[in-house]
């Protein structure tokens, strides 16, 4: 396992899934991330970005994803500017 960015990841030859690993599907359900965009990720050489994207998504458990995608929510929410009624108006 493992490539030239020194990033352990599967080799494409039918590596066994990792125990708890999330799903792709899954992924794209908790991300919103298109399946599609995910599966490109997945086939992009090693050395992309896009590829070590895909290998950090799935080296995370379902839980997990969801309490990091909860985190940025609850961080992109305080951040948000504050809605009043003057504002609506």
Same mark, same amino acid.
């Given at each position: 396992?493992?490539?030239?960015?020194?990033? =352990? &990841?599967?080799?494409? #030859?039918? *590596?066994? !899934?990792? &125990?708890?690993?999330?799903?792709?599907?899954?992924? #794209?359900?908790? $991300?919103?991330?298109?399946? *599609? $965009?995910?599966? *490109?990720?997945?086939?992009?050489?090693?050395?992309?970005?896009? @590829?070590?994207? @895909?290998?950090?998504?799935?080296?995370? $458990? =379902?839980? +997990?994803?969801?309490?990091?995608?909860? !985190? *940025?929510?609850?961080? +992109?929410? =305080?951040?948000?500017?504050?809605?009043? +009624?003057? &504002?609506? =108006?």
């Amino acid at each position: 396992m493992g490539n030239k960015s020194g990033i =352990k &990841t599967p080799n494409r #030859s039918g *590596a066994g !899934k990792r &125990t708890g690993a999330i799903s792709d599907r899954g992924i #794209s359900q908790i $991300t919103g991330i298109p399946p *599609a $965009t995910i599966l *490109a990720w997945e086939k992009s050489k090693p050395d992309d970005w896009r @590829y070590k994207i @895909y290998w950090l998504l799935k080296s995370f $458990t =379902k839980e +997990e994803l969801i309490k990091q995608r909860s !985190k *940025a929510l609850l961080q +992109e929410i =305080k951040a948000a500017p504050h809605i009043n +009624e003057e &504002t609506v =108006k």
